[in-house]
C-alpha cells in the first residue's frame, strides 16, 4: 500500500511539513514517485516515519535520530542516547523541585506578612541549599537517636526481666553521652537567618536549646536588629 506525504503526516498525527523536512534530511525516503511527480511512501517508510516520531518524542535531536537510524548497531546507540536522556530528564526534575521549593519559601514569607519590605528578598537559594546540607545532619541524628533508644531499652529490660545491672550501669551513661554528643553536633551545625535584617546569626547554646521552635523556625532574638522572632533554621558554614 501507497501513502502520500499527507496520509503518512496524518497516520503519525505530524504535519506535512515535519514529513518533507525528514525528507529533505534524508530520513525518510519516498519509495516510488506517482505518475504526476508526487513522493509515495509504502509500509516501510510508514513504520520509519513512526520511529523517527517516536524517537522525537523522547528528546532525540535529529543529530542523534541520525546515528540511531545509520548505525551499525542501532540498539547500542539508541541505549547510550536513553542512558543520556534519563540522566538529563533526572536532573530536570532535581532543578524543578529546588525552583518548587523556592517558591513556596517565598510564598510563604509573603504570607506571614501584610506588606513586604525590600530587605524581605534575601538570598532564597542559599537558604534552600542550608537546608539541603541540614537534612544530612537531621538524618544522622535521627539514625542515632534511634539506636540509642533500642540501646537504653534493652539495658532497662536485661535489668529489669533478668536482673543484669551491669549492662544498665555502664550502658545508660554511654545512651546518656551519645544524647548530649547529638545535640552538640546539632547546634554546630545550624544557624539562624532573621527575618527583619536577614542576616545569618548564630545563638547561644542555651538559647537556643529552651527556645520554643517548629521543625523549621526557632523563636529567637536577633543580635543585630534585636528582633525576637521564629527566624528560619540554616546550616552553620
Request: a positive charge.
Amino acid at each position: 500500500m501507497s501513502y502520500s506525504t499527507g496520509e503518512i503526516a496524518e497516520l503519525c498525527g505530524i504535519t506535512v511539513r515535519t514529513v518533507q523536512f525528514y525528507d529533505k534530511e534524508g530520513l525518510l525516503k519516498p519509495e516510488t514517485l506517482s505518475e504526476g511527480g508526487r513522493r509515495l511512501y509504502g509500509e516501510n517508510e510508514l513504520k520509519s516515519m513512526q520511529i523517527i516520531c517516536m524517537y522525537k518524542s523522547l528528546g532525540l535531536s535529529l543529530l542523534e535520530i541520525k546515528d540511531v537510524l545509520s548505525g551499525g548497531d542501532g540498539l547500542a546507540i539508541i541505549s547510550d542516547v536513553l542512558d543520556d536522556k534519563e540522566n538529563s530528564a533526572l536532573h530536570e526534575i532535581e532543578s524543578a523541585k529546588e525552583r518548587l521549593e523556592c517558591i513556596r519559601a517565598v510564598k510563604r514569607h509573603f504570607a506571614e506578612r501584610s506588606a513586604i519590605s525590600p530587605k524581605m528578598f534575601f538570598d532564597v537559594q542559599k537558604v534552600m541549599k542550608g537546608q539541603q546540607k541540614l537534612k544530612l545532619v537531621y538524618a544522622i541524628m535521627i539514625v542515632l537517636t534511634v539506636l540509642s533508644f533500642i540501646a537504653g531499652t534493652a539495658f532497662i529490660v536485661l535489668w529489669a526481666v533478668w536482673g543484669m545491672w551491669l549492662p544498665l550501669a555502664v550502658g545508660m551513661p554511654c545512651v546518656i553521652a551519645a544524647m548530649v554528643a547529638l545535640t552538640v553536633i546539632y547546634f554546630k551545625n545550624t544557624a539562624y537567618i532573621c527575618r527583619e535584617c536577614c542576616k545569618k546569626f548564630k545563638p547561644k547554646f542555651l538559647e537556643m536549646f529552651f527556645a520554643p521552635h517548629t521543625p523549621k523556625t526557632r523563636k529567637l532574638k536577633c543580635p543585630y536588629c534585636g528582633c525576637k522572632k521564629y527566624h528560619t533554621e540554616t546550616y552553620c558554614d
